[in-house]
């Protein structure tokens, strides 16, 4: 399978603790790294206060490097709550590509009784929102990057991306007419192009015969 190429958006809101979404940050990296195929696409603390989105110039700027990156898919981790406004602009511009949705599991709590994250609310935040939407997604569940059930959700994910890489503004041979007794056969190209950016080509039988012959 070809590389594939998916934007990642690690997820935080304030006043939750910045020291622990930037360690979930990296340590999600570091899982990615090793999951052949896997080209991520992130923000850089070049291009956001420590490479997080939590705020709508954030998304907005993700979004214009998503687009430029070409990405074939969008990964939403919740680092720490997650700022759900923000997630979801980046995911409704991309709605049209697979998307997937984790937790990171939250940190201890403090002696005064503060939790550092609260990703697993986060995380039900941003869901409800991808619902309200009707953005459909894959949920990766509430984990630590390094267990193995994330990196196996992930690479189920690449498949599905890799799929819908190949179906849309895919160019489809149609050879001969259908046949008359089944209504079944029928479709729409005005459906397929307005929906899938798909291209019919068809072509008669007797066309086919004759290049096979040559």
């Known amino acids: 399978m ?51 989105v939590r705020n709508d110039a954030d998304a907005a700027k993700v979004i214009s490097l ?20 923000s997630a979801l602009a980046v995911a409704n511009a991309f709605r049209a590509l697979p998307i997937f949705l984790f937790g990171t599991k939250e940190g201890p709590i403090s002696s005064d ?22 953005i459909p997604f894959v949920f990766g569940g ?3 990057p390094e267990e193995k059930g994330l990196t196996e959700s992930l690479q189920n994910f690449m498949g599905t991306c890799a799929i819908v890489k190949g179906f849309i503004g895919a160019s489809i041979g149609l050879v001969g007419p259908r046949p008359e007794r089944f209504e079944t056969c029928m ?11 798909q291209r019919v080509v068809p072509t008669g039988l007797l066309d086919i015969m004759l290049r096979a012959k040559n």
């Open 2 to 52: 070809e590389n594939i190429k998916i934007g990642f958006v690690p997820a935080h809101r304030e006043p939750f603790g910045e020291e622990w979404a930037s360690k979930m940050r990296k340590r999600c990296l570091d899982v990615f790294a090793k999951i052949s195929g896997l080209e991520i696409v992130v923000p850089d603390e070049s291009m956001t206060d420590r490479g997080f």
């Open 66 to 85: 998503f687009q430029k990156e070409g990405v074939e898919g969008v990964i939403i981790g919740a680092m720490t709550f997650g700022d759900e406004v």
């Open 113 to 134: 009784g503060l939790r550092a994250s609260d990703s697993f609310c986060g995380t039900l935040s941003i869901s409800s929102g991808l619902h309200r939407r009707d």
């Open 142 to 144: 509430i984990v630590f």
């Open 187 to 197: 479709f729409s190209e005005e459906a397929m192009i307005s929906k899938f950016q």
